[in-house]
């Protein structure tokens, strides 16, 4: 069965605090991995896309990499309004592709 | 700036009634999307469309009517069919299947 799991389901830092989110993946036929941030009450923001096995990208205090079979999200020295639910999803599949969401990690960073 | 409209932010449905969620786009983006999001689960596709005219279901369209009459709309109406109807629901468009997702700020359903 395709699935796409996150975790843990919630993590709390302290301001500074780095650490990582987990994203396995059981898909056939990967074609990309998604990361998005969601604040409470408001629509998934994009963050970043991976295409293949080794790929790293970098955004702020974000880095996102991937491997056959999982993708992290590590946040070095967060912040507060880092605070947010992460949200991993997997494309998949022929031409049309298939897009399935794990369930999120939602990230406390306090001060 | 371009982006995508939901409206309202919040709805309230009443026993036996339909709803609709508005969704407009402003980015010229050929494919769109309705998505439910439940505490505690991931985001499920209701609706998806690639092309004015046409829409295919997703993994949860019982219950869920959709209409793409102009690229630029793409509204959902939650039936008296769907019994189970409280959830946030979040529209989305894409330049096509294959490409990163842009999402509205969605809308609150409950109901009374």
């Known amino acids: 069965e395709d699935q796409v799991t996150q975790s843990p389901e919630a993590l709390r830092l302290q301001e500074g605090e780095s650490s990582s989110l987990n994203c396995s993946y059981t898909?056939?036929?990967?074609?990309?991995l998604f990361w998005y941030r969601q604040d409470p009450g408001k629509g998934p923001e994009f963050l970043f896309t991976?295409?293949?096995a080794g790929e790293e990208k970098e955004k702020e205090r974000l880095k996102a990499t991937l491997t056959k079979k999982e993708s992290f999200l590590h946040i070095t020295a967060p912040k507060p309004e880092d605070s947010a639910t992460y949200l991993c999803?997997?494309?998949?599949?022929?031409?049309?592709?298939?897009?399935?969401f794990g369930k999120g990690t939602k990230l406390s960073v306090k001060p | 700036d371009g982006g995508i409209t939901q409206s309202p932010k919040y709805l309230f449905r009443k026993e036996g009634q339909n709803v609709t969620l508005s969704c407009e786009q402003n980015?010229?983006?050929?494919?769109m999307y309705w998505y439910r999001q439940d505490p505690g689960q991931g985001l499920r596709l209701i609706y998806y469309?690639?092309?004015?005219?046409?829409?295919q279901k997703g993994d949860i369209a019982e219950g869920y009517s959709v209409s793409r009459e102009k690229k630029e709309s793409f509204p959902l109406t939650v039936t008296s069919a769907q019994k189970n109807p409280t959830a946030f629901y979040l529209c989305?468009?894409?330049?096509?299947?294959?490409?990163?997702?842009?999402f509205g700020s969605g809308t609150q359903l409950s109901v009374l």
């Open positions: 989305a468009s894409s330049l096509n299947r294959d490409e990163k997702l842009f």
């Open positions: 898909v056939s036929g990967l074609r990309g």
């Open positions: 991976l295409y293949s």
């Open positions: 999803a997997a494309q998949y599949g022929g031409s049309q592709g298939n897009l399935i």
């Open positions: 980015l010229n983006h050929d494919a």
């Open positions: 469309s690639q092309i004015v005219n046409d829409f």
